[in-house]
């Protein structure tokens, strides 16, 4: 399988992460799908059953993940709360289940595209703005980004196994703690390296569900406070971000 630059395989039992925020964030993701679910929430009526299969996929992991405990009907998860399984509702579910906000992608002519999500966490971009658009469309705006680059992350997307799933970091530096981050594309990004307080890194995984084919990119987000960061690395995250 072709490589990008960061990418690395993935144990699949090291997926879904517990950390320590875990229920502060949960209870944030909670407000977000009740209050702004338009917004956090997409799912395209072709890609119900995928959304199901990766539903039932999360379920699975869960199973042999410490701290849930997964019945017939509901989960309970490590913070004690007790999730209704609506399977009805796949996306609105993987939101309530864990920390990772969950994009899927379906192949559909020579592109994948994104049929489905639950974004609680954006950083920079919305869901409005990438829902059901193609890779290419989808990463126009980041820098780089050329036909050579969207060539190799489609070959990625349709070589990557089930059997064998992906995984990479980023780091970016924010002027604010706040999770959910949305901005337009017309919008211009406010935060000045300089003037950062916080690292917001994001583990991204792909993994690819066996039975649709549909990839799943999933995203846990950590956001650290820059003052428990080296001056050394401070010094090289800024000197990275600053145009």
Known sequence: MMRLPG????????????????????????????????????????????AQE???????????K????????????PDGARVRIARDDPM???????????????????????????????????LEQ??????MEIHAPVPGYTGDMARRVQRLFDAIRSAQPLWRANALLYEDADLFAPRGRSEARSQDPAKAKYLR???QCLVKLPESGA????????????????????????????P
Request: charged fraction near 20%; aromatic fraction near 6%.
């Open 92 to 126: 609105a579910t993987l939101g309530r289940l864990v920390q990772e906000d969950l994009c899927l992608l379906e192949k559909r002519g020579d592109e994948h595209v994104l049929t489905a999500a639950v974004l609680c966490f954006p950083a920079s971009w919305t």
């Open 7 to 50: 990418i690395r395989p993935l144990d699949p039992a090291d997926w879904l992460i517990v950390d320590e925020v875990f229920g502060a964030q949960m209870a944030q993701r909670e407000q977000l799908i009740e209050q702004r679910r338009d917004q956090v929430i997409g799912l395209s009526a072709q890609a119900l059953g995928a």
């Open 201 to 203: 890194s994001e583990r």
């Open 215 to 242: 990839v799943v990119f999933s995203i846990h987000t950590y956001v650290i406070d820059l003052e428990n960061i080296g001056a050394k690395a401070l010094a090289q995250l800024r000197a990275a971000q600053t």
């Open 54 to 64: 990766l539903l039932e996929h999360v379920l699975g992991a869960l199973k042999a």
């Open 66 to 77: 410490t701290g849930y405990q997964v019945n017939a009907d509901t989960v309970v998860r």
């Open 130 to 135: 990438k829902f059901m658009r193609p890779l």
